[in-house]
Nanobody, 127 residues
Framework: QVQLVESGGGLVQAGDSLRLSCAAS????????MGWFRQAPGKEREFVAA????????YYEDAVKGRFTISRDNAKNTVYLQMNSLKPEDTAAYYC????????????????????WGQGTQVTVSS
């Protein structure tokens, strides 16, 4: 088990950038694949990006490809989501999640596969 704490959300204008961070507790962070999900009011939680525990393989939801970048720093037990060229439709609560030894795209895109979740951080993009 890992505990996850997100930070970095805020209110920005369309076209701005934000970097979300997710700090994980525990000494086994490097055995977890990490994902970012988001949930807008009245909508289901949806996949945004993921990075595998081995090889650093990354996956992205189509709407964020080329604008968002997921990365991880195992020495700091932290995963990041760099969000550029933000759009009003990116407005949501963003959650990070951990999946032990997950590797496939099918697994890491599925929110039901994740074992641990953070409390979320709000991102609001004004037009």
């Amino acid at each position: 088990q890992v505990q996850l704490v997100e930070s970095g959300g805020g209110l920005v204008q369309a076209g701005d950038s934000l970097r979300l961070s997710c700090a994980a507790s525990g000494r086994t962070f490097n055995t977890y694949s990490m994902g970012w999900f988001r949930q807008a009011p009245g909508k289901e939680r949806e996949f945004v990006a993921a990075i595998s525990w081995v090889g650093g393989i990354t996956y992205y939801e189509d709407a964020v490809k080329g604008r968002f970048t997921i990365s991880r720093d195992n020495a700091k037990n932290t995963v990041y989501l760099q969000m550029n060229s933000l759009k009003p439709e990116d407005t949501a609560a963003y959650y990070c999640a951990a999946k032990i030894r997950g590797i496939s795209a099918t697994t890491l895109r599925n929110r039901h596969e994740y074992d641990n979740w953070g409390q979320g951080t709000q991102v609001t993009v004004s037009s």
